[in-house]
C-alpha cells in the first residue's frame, strides 16, 4: 500500500439543477478505504450525455451538491491491501460504476455491470452512506473490478471517453455478432456513433452503415470507417435500405423524432436493434406489426463487463480506434456541457484536470 497521504478529494460540483451549468469547486468526503480499493489521481475526464441528464435532473434525483463525470483517466496512488491487479503508478481508467454487490449471479458469471446493487461512479450511495462523486475532480477511489489498465499505445486523453461512450457501443456490438458477415447500421453520428462506427470496422463487420438527418457529417462517417452512408431526411431511404442490416446502434438521444418503424424496416429477418442513448423522456408507441413483420428484437445494453472493458481497451489500441475530442481545462466545464446540450461537440469534450 502506497503511504501516500497528499491527494486532496474536491472537484467541481452542481449545487442547484436550476444552474446545471455553474460549478463551484467543493471539497468532499469518499468512501471507507478498503482492501480491493484503489485512488487514482484524475487526470482526464470526458463530458458524457449521461452527466448533463443528470445535473439538469432529467433522470431524477440528484444528491446535491454533485460532481458529475465517468469517463476518468489518471494513475495510481494508493492500492488497499488485498489489491492484486494494480500497483502505484499504473495507468487506469474508471468509467461509469465503481461498485456492485458482487455476489449475486450476474456478478459472478462476468455481468456486474447489470447488478441490481450497482453503485454509479456518481449520484449513488455506497451501503456506508456516502454519495459517489465523480471525475470532475482531483480522485476518485473504486473497486479494483471497476479499475482497468489503459494500453501505452493509448494516450490517457483519448483512452477517458472511451470508457463510456466507447464501451456503450462496443458491448453490444460484441453481444450482437457484429463482425465477419454481418451488416450494421449506426443511428446518429456523434459522442457515441462514432465510436460505435470505428467498433463495427475494427470487428470487420462485412458493411458499417451510418444513418443521419442531413448530409453535414458524411464525411466524418466516411472517415470513421462507414462503407455507406444514408441520409434519413431523403425521399425514398427506407425501401432503398429495407431487408439489408443485421444489427442496428440507435445513439440519437431523443425520444420523439425517432422513426422506429422505418428503422425496423431495414433489418432483415431477426435483426436487431439496440437503443443506447437514454433521453429524459420516453420513446414514441411502437406499434407490435412493425416488430412482427419480420420478427425483429428491440434491446438495450448497459455500459459493459470488466471482460469486454478490458478487451475493448486492447481492441482500440491494436486498430487504431480514436476519440474524435475537443480538450478543455476542467474550470470550463460549464462550457463544456453548454456545448454539449447544444450538440456543438464533435464529438466528445475532455476536460484536463487542474485542482
Request: hydrophobic share 40%; charged share 20%; with cysteine.
Amino acid at each position: 500500500m502506497s503511504s501516500n497521504t497528499e491527494i486532496q478529494w474536491k472537484g467541481y460540483a452542481v449545487h442547484d439543477t436550476k444552474l446545471w451549468d455553474q460549478f463551484k469547486v467543493t471539497d468532499f468526503e469518499p468512501k471507507g478505504m478498503e482492501d480491493k480499493d484503489i485512488d487514482i489521481k484524475i487526470e482526464y475526464c470526458g463530458v458524457c450525455g449521461s452527466d448533463m441528464h443528470t445535473i439538469t435532473g432529467g433522470w431524477g434525483e440528484v444528491k446535491l451538491p454533485l460532481i458529475a463525470g465517468h469517463e476518468i483517466a489518471g494513475h495510481v496512488v494508493r492500492v488497499g491491501a488485498k489489491v492484486t491487479e494494480f500497483k502505484v503508478g499504473d495507468r487506469v481508467g474508471v468509467g461509469a460504476q465503481v461498485g456492485s454487490c458482487y455476489d449475486c449471479q450476474r456478478c459472478k458469471n462476468g455481468a456486474e455491470n447489470y447488478c441490481h446493487k450497482v453503485i454509479h461512479t456518481y449520484n449513488s450511495i455506497y451501503p456506508d452512506g456516502t454519495v459517489s462523486q465523480g471525475g470532475y475532480a482531483t480522485a476518485i477511489r473504486a473497486n479494483e473490478l471497476f479499475v482497468f489498465h489503459i494500453p501505452d499505445a493509448l494516450p490517457l486523453d483519448q483512452a477517458a471517453p472511451m470508457l463510456c461512450a466507447g464501451i456503450t457501443t462496443y458491448s453490444p456490438l460484441r453481444t450482437n455478432g457484429a463482425g465477419p458477415g454481418k451488416s450494421v447500421g449506426v443511428i446518429g453520428i456523434g459522442g457515441l456513433g462514432h465510436y460505435a462506427l470505428q467498433f463495427a470496422k475494427a470487428m470487420k463487420s462485412d458493411k458499417v452503415v451510418a444513418f443521419s438527418h442531413s448530409e453535414n457529417k458524411k464525411a466524418d462517417a466516411l472517415a470513421l470507417g462507414a462503407t455507406d452512408f444514408v441520409n434519413t431526411g431523403a425521399e425514398n431511404w427506407v425501401k432503398e435500405w429495407t431487408d439489408t442490416l443485421d444489427i442496428i446502434l440507435c445513439t440519437v438521444d431523443v425520444s420523439q423524432h425517432i422513426p422506429l418503424s422505418d428503422i425496423f424496416a431495414t433489418l432483415k429477418v431477426h435483426g436487431r436493434c439496440v437503443m443506447l442513448a437514454l433521453p429524459d423522456d420516453a420513446l414514441p408507441p411502437i406499434h407490435p406489426f412493425s416488430l412482427m413483420a419480420s420478427g425483429v428484437l428491440l434491446g438495450g445494453s448497459h455500459i459493459g463487463s470488466k471482460a469486454e472493458i478490458v478487451e475493448m481497451l486492447d481492441l482500440a489500441a491494436k486498430e487504431g480506434v480514436k476519440s474524435y475530442i475537443e480538450m478543455l481545462p476542467m474550470k470550463e466545464i460549464g462550457k463544456a456541457v453548454q456545448g454539449m446540450k447544444t450538440g456543438k461537440v464533435r464529438y466528445r469534450y475532455v476536460l484536463k484536470a487542474d485542482i
